[in-house]
Nanobody, 121 residues
Framework: VQLAEAGGGSVQPGESLRLSCAASGSILNVIGMGWYRQAPGKEREFVSVINWSDPSTYYADSVKGRFTISRDNAKNTAYLQMNSLNPDDTAVYYC???????????????WGQGTQVTVSS
């Protein structure tokens, strides 16, 4: 499975961005599509995950109510709509795929290359 993120950039506080993650290859066994992020000097942290085959979604408390994860099965693409961004959201955002619906990064077998999101005034 290959994953390719897009949509990162530099925005001001309060603005929005939408990230996308296009999956290709052997994706038949993919159940969970997750988003993680890693800020400089910090560990990678869970952001959100969606079940590839049903509406189940989970969010980190820090993004709940501001971020929305979605998917388009026809395009094999997952999205992360990020609203009301603040400087604490600055990080490299990674998408990942797993055979389970999980928030545990260790379970994810496939990772994208990451896309930078910078929130600054």
């Amino acid at each position: 499975v290959q994953l390719a993120e897009a949509g990162g950039g530099s925005v001001q506080p309060g603005e929005s961005l939408r990230l996308s993650c296009a999956a290709s290859g052997s994706i038949l066994n993919v159940i969970g599509m997750g988003w993680y992020r890693q800020a400089p000097g910090k560990e990678r942290e869970f952001v959100s995950v969606i079940n590839w085959s049903d509406p189940s979604t989970y969010y980190a408390d820090s993004v709940k109510g501001r971020f929305t994860i979605s998917r388009d099965n026809a395009k094999n693409t997952a999205y992360l709509q990020m609203n009301s961004l603040n400087p604490d959201d600055t990080a490299v955002y990674y998408c990942a795929a797993a055979g389970y619906l999980t928030t545990n990064a260790k379970v994810y077998s496939y990772w994208g290359q990451g896309t930078q999101v910078t929130v600054s005034s």
